[in-house]
């Protein structure tokens, strides 16, 4: 099976991820060639096809996919944690139905698919100090659940069928294109807004909840490195550990401060405390490296500084 790309369909493409990965595969196949789908209507004009689908709605992607001549699947449409808990159905038929129909798609039609998983998969009882490749994964949240079964069932239909299912478990993504939404690593975004606006922030978790997280270039980066990945070097194919920066709110806090002294955080700890304190803190993620060469370029300090350029000058021409 070779791993050769040409006509991309992101779902989810307005999400937090999506709002930057659709960009950035136009750049490499051609804006034609990768077209965005989400169940919102695209709030401005959009770069290139665009189209709205419900990944519920099986009739329909398939023959969106069938008139695109689409080859592979940057599947993103998903519910996260914290609105998760809130509503464990919508997170069930979105998280796992939604990415069973991918799957069986890809499985009559031969499609691959990038579907991400996260460190959410974990749950007590996994440690949660550099969590390993291969431990305990009984997770508590729903989104953690699905997320578990969505690793499982994309290796099945690797070895059962021989779909090209690749996924990696995502820690706390930090951008500033499109806000996350309805996540327990959240926080780590919404501080830099409130920061540069209001020089104050009320943070959801304690101050030393440490939690992985990771910028998203570097987010970008691993998509497109683990899909371009040669598939007779992958030993692991949905469940990749990845790990870029670990950090505590008081951390980055301290860290905001080195450009914004005047920065002030208070702590309210509401129901995500709960779900960030089943969570790992650090992760192994060295079959990422072995298997395809995985290595992040943000360390705190640099996606702190780019985060805070980035921002004020958004802020500067009130745009933020
Ligand atoms: N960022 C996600 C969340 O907080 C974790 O994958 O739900």
Same mark, same amino acid.
């Given at each position: 099976?070779?791993?050769?790309?040409? @006509?991309?369909?992101?779902?989810?493409?307005?999400?937090?991820?999506?709002?930057?990965?659709?960009?950035?595969?136009?750049?490499?196949?051609?804006?034609?060639?990768?077209?965005?789908?989400?169940?919102?209507?695209?709030?401005?004009?959009?770069?290139?096809?665009?189209?709205?689908?419900?990944?519920?709605?099986?009739?329909?992607?398939?023959?969106?996919?069938?008139?695109?001549?689409?080859?592979?699947?940057?599947?993103?449409?998903?519910?996260?944690?914290?609105?998760?808990?809130?509503?464990?159905?919508?997170?069930?038929?979105?998280?796992?139905?939604?990415?069973?129909?991918?799957?069986?798609?890809?499985?009559?039609?031969?499609? @691959?698919?990038?579907?991400?998983?996260?460190?959410?998969?974990?749950?007590?009882?996994?440690?949660?100090?550099?969590?390993?490749?291969?431990?305990?994964?009984?997770?508590?949240?729903?989104?953690?659940?699905?997320?578990?079964?969505?690793?499982?069932?994309?290796?099945?239909?690797?070895?059962?069928?021989?779909?090209?299912?690749?996924?990696? @478990?995502?820690?706390?993504?930090?951008?500033?294109?499109?806000?996350?939404?309805?996540?327990?690593?959240?926080?780590?975004?919404?501080?830099?807004?409130?920061?540069?606006?209001?020089?104050?922030?009320?943070?959801?978790?304690?101050?030393?909840?440490?939690?992985?997280?990771?910028?998203?270039?570097?987010?970008?980066?691993?998509?497109?490195?683990?899909?371009?990945?040669?598939?007779?070097?992958?030993?692991?194919?949905?469940?990749?550990?990845?790990?870029?920066?670990?950090?505590?709110?008081?951390?980055?806090?301290?860290?905001? @401060?080195?450009?914004?002294?005047?920065?002030?955080?208070?702590?309210?700890?509401?129901?995500?405390?709960?779900?960030?304190?089943?969570?790992?803190?650090?992760?192994?993620?060295?079959?990422?490296?072995?298997?395809?060469?995985?290595?992040?370029?943000?360390?705190?300090?640099?996606?702190?500084?780019?985060?805070?350029?980035?921002?004020?000058?958004?802020?500067?021409?009130?745009?933020?």
């Amino acid at each position: 099976m070779g791993n050769s790309t040409n @006509r991309v369909i992101v779902t989810g493409a307005m999400g937090q991820i999506g709002s930057e990965l659709t960009p950035r595969l136009r750049a490499i196949y051609g804006k034609d060639n990768v077209l965005a789908t989400d169940i919102k209507q695209p709030e401005s004009e959009h770069e290139g096809p665009y189209e709205v689908l419900d990944v519920l709605d099986r009739e329909k992607m398939e023959s969106m996919l069938k008139d695109y001549e689409i080859d592979t699947i940057y599947h993103l449409a998903a519910i996260l944690s914290a609105t998760g808990e809130r509503n464990p159905d919508l997170a069930w038929r979105i998280n796992v139905n939604g990415l069973h129909n991918v799957l069986d798609l890809a499985k009559e039609h031969g499609y @691959r698919i990038f579907n991400p998983s996260s460190i959410a998969a974990f749950g007590p009882g996994a440690p949660r100090d550099n969590t390993p490749q291969n431990t305990i994964m009984k997770p508590t949240t729903i989104y953690g659940v699905t997320k578990v079964v969505g690793e499982l069932i994309g290796n099945y239909y690797f070895a059962k069928y021989g779909v090209d299912v690749r996924g990696a @478990r995502l820690p706390g993504i930090i951008s500033n294109v499109a806000p996350p939404g309805g996540g327990t690593t959240d926080y780590a975004v919404e501080i830099f807004y409130e920061a540069i606006k209001n020089k104050r922030y009320t943070c959801f978790l304690n101050a030393d909840t440490m939690l992985p997280m990771m910028y998203m270039p570097d987010c970008l980066k691993a998509f497109i490195d683990l899909m371009n990945a040669d598939l007779d070097s992958l030993i692991h194919h949905c469940d990749f550990n990845l790990a870029a920066i670990s950090f505590s709110p008081i951390e980055l806090a301290k860290e905001i @401060r080195n450009h914004i002294p005047e920065f002030e955080i208070v702590y309210e700890p509401d129901y995500r405390q709960q779900i960030a304190d089943s969570w790992p803190m650090s992760i192994d993620d060295s079959a990422a490296r072995d298997e395809w060469g995985w290595s992040p370029d943000y360390d705190l300090p640099a996606m702190v500084e780019d985060m805070i350029r980035v921002l004020s000058e958004r802020h500067r021409k009130g745009t933020l």
